[in-house]
Nanobody, 115 residues
Framework: QVQLVESGGGFVQAGGSLKLSCAASGTISINVMAWYRQAPGKQREMVAE???????NYIDSVKGRFTISRDNAKNTVYLQMNSLKPEDTAVYYC??????????WGQGTQVTVSS
């Protein structure tokens, strides 16, 4: 079992920055670490993902503004969000997928960007 604890959400004005963190604990054999988000009335969407060894993938709307990084020794993934826009407002979820293809989700953290 893997437990995920997220932190770093909050309220920020447009153009501002936030950094999300997600620490994984438990039985660890993590391959993919990723961030998803879900805005009110919309489907959950992948924002950024990174495997243990490969480069990162981003949804087009955040390219150049968001950066995903991970500390494999600490089983922690980060999402640095710059130049935030009101349309980035959502609940952000950390998720990991193990080498056995089991997927786990964090509880979510609210990010609100005012115009």
């Amino acid at each position: 079992q893997v437990q995920l604890v997220e932190s770093g959400g909050g309220f920020v004005q447009a153009g501002g920055s936030l950094k999300l963190s997600c620490a994984a604990s438990g039985t660890i054999s993590i391959n993919v670490m990723a961030w998803y988000r879900q805005a009110p009335g919309k489907q959950r969407e992948m924002v950024a993902e990174k495997t243990r060894v490969s480069t990162a993938n981003y949804i087009d709307s955040v390219k150049g503004r968001f950066t995903i990084s991970r500390d494999n020794a600490k089983n922690t993934v980060y999402l640095q969000m710059n130049s935030l826009k009101p349309e980035d407002t959502a609940v952000y979820y950390c998720t990991v997928r193990t080498i056995f293809q089991a997927q786990y989700w964090g509880q979510g953290t609210q990010v609100t960007v005012s115009s």
